[in-house]
C-alpha cells in the first residue's frame, strides 16, 4: 500500500509539473492597449536636445512613439497596427504613486499590456534616511498589481529592474559639465552628493544607496513571481553597462534618446516573445 501511494503521488506530481511546462512559457496575446507606468525615466525627460526640457515623451523606451527609439510600443505596433499607448508615467514619482498611475491605466479600458519601471526615486531621496524601506517598497508594488490584475486581469505585465545608481556616478564622476549639473540641478544628492570625493564615508554611502537599489530588485523579482501574468527583467537592466552617449547632457542624469533607444533594446529583449 505504501508503494502505491507513492507511485500516485509521483504520478500527480508529474501531471503537475507537465501542465506547468506547458504554460509557464506560453505567448500571451499581441497586446492592443498598452500602458506605461513609473517614473520620469518612462517619461523620457530631457531626451530631447538640449534646452528641451520635458516634453519628451514620445522618446519613451516604452510607450513612445519616436522610430528612432524601437520602443516596446513601435515595436508591438509592427505586429498589430491598431495598438494603441498609454503613458501614465510622472516625472518625480516614486513607489508611492504607482497604485494612482495603475488606477488610471485600468480606467483606459481594455488595458492588455503594462510596463513598470519604478524605484530610481525611492532611492534619489534628500537623504538616505528618507529612501523608501523596502518592506514599503515591495507593499506599494504589490498593491500597484492587485488594481491591475482587478482592473484588468488578462494583461501582461513587464517589471523593469531600477537602475545602477553607483553606474551612473562612475559615468560622471571626471566630466566638470556632469559635476556642475548635479550640483546645480540637486541630483540624487544619496549618490552623487560629493562626487569627486573618494572618502571611505561618501564610497560607503554609494555602496549603501546601491545595495537599497539591489534590495529594490530582489523585491520587484519576488512580487512580480507572485503572478502568473507578470515578467520581471531578470536585472537586466541593472546589470547592462551604460555608455556617456546614453546619458543626456541637458542633467547628465536621465538617459538621453540614445539611452532611451539603448533601454528599449534591453528591456524588450528581456520581456514578453509576442
Not at 508615467?89 to 504613486?97: I, K, L, N, V, Y
Not at 530610481?120 to 500597484?144: H, L, N, P, Q, Y
Amino acid at each position: 500500500m505504501r508503494f502505491r501511494r507513492t507511485a500516485v503521488c509521483a504520478a500527480t506530481a508529474t501531471a503537475l509539473l507537465a501542465a506547468t511546462a506547458g504554460t509557464a512559457h506560453a505567448t500571451p496575446p499581441i497586446p492592443t492597449r498598452m500602458a506605461a507606468l513609473g517614473d520620469s525615466l518612462t517619461r523620457a525627460v530631457n531626451s530631447c536636445t538640449v534646452g528641451g526640457g520635458t516634453l519628451c515623451a514620445r522618446n519613451s523606451w516604452s510607450a513612445g512613439a519616436n522610430p528612432a527609439v524601437g520602443s516596446h510600443y513601435t515595436r508591438i505596433k509592427e505586429l498589430n497596427p491598431e495598438v494603441l499607448p498609454y503613458n501614465e508615467a510622472r516625472a518625480g514619482a516614486t513607489s508611492a504613486d504607482l497604485a494612482q498611475q495603475a488606477r488610471a491605466a485600468v480606467a483606459e479600458g481594455g488595458i492588455d499590456y503594462v510596463t513598470i519601471m519604478i524605484g530610481g526615486g525611492d532611492a534619489c531621496a534628500a537623504s538616505e534616511a528618507r529612501m523608501t524601506s523596502v518592506g514599503s517598497f515591495a507593499s506599494r508594488i504589490r498593491a500597484a498589481l492587485r488594481i491591475l490584475r482587478s482592473g484588468a486581469p488578462d494583461a501582461s505585465v513587464f517589471v523593469a529592474s531600477v537602475p545602477d545608481p553607483v553606474q551612473l556616478w562612475q559615468l560622471g564622476k571626471d566630466n566638470p559639465a556632469a559635476l556642475k549639473a548635479w550640483k546645480d540641478g540637486g541630483v540624487c544628492q544619496t549618490v552623487l552628493a560629493n562626487p569627486t570625493s573618494l572618502a571611505a564615508g561618501d564610497a560607503e554611502r554609494r555602496e549603501r544607496v546601491r545595495e537599497r537599489v539591489m534590495d529594490y530588485n530582489a523585491a520587484l523579482e519576488k512580487v512580480c513571481g507572485e503572478d502568473a501574468g507578470c515578467r520581471y527583467d531578470g536585472d537586466a537592466v541593472f546589470d547592462h553597462r551604460f555608455s556617456a552617449a546614453d546619458v543626456s547632457t541637458a542633467d547628465y542624469f536621465h538617459p538621453s534618446l540614445v539611452g532611451q533607444r539603448t533601454l528599449a533594446e534591453v528591456t524588450y529583449e528581456a520581456g514578453f516573445d509576442w
